[in-house]
């Protein structure tokens, strides 16, 4: 089984991080209004990067790692030169 670190881009540009086991469920969750408590009161949502692991903890030591760059770092992950 695949487990996923990804990131969403807002409907007000602001970045939010997460993980699963099934991407694309996930996202269609978020997208619904029934994701994560951030994510239902900043809609739409956008995926805008990922990464596949093959473990939970995996996928959630990254998801945490991710959670605690700054703004600056997560724009540069995910291929974006400024806000």
Known sequence: ???????????????????????QRR????????????????????????EEYATAREARSREARIKCLPRKEKLKLIGQKKD
């Open 1 to 23: 089984m695949s487990c996923y670190t990804y990131m969403l881009r807002c409907g007000d540009g602001s970045l939010y991080t997460g993980w699963t086991t099934d991407l």
């Open 27 to 50: 996202l269609e969750t978020h997208r619904a209004g029934k994701g994560g408590k951030y994510t239902r009161s900043h809609l739409p949502v956008e995926l805008v990067y990922y």
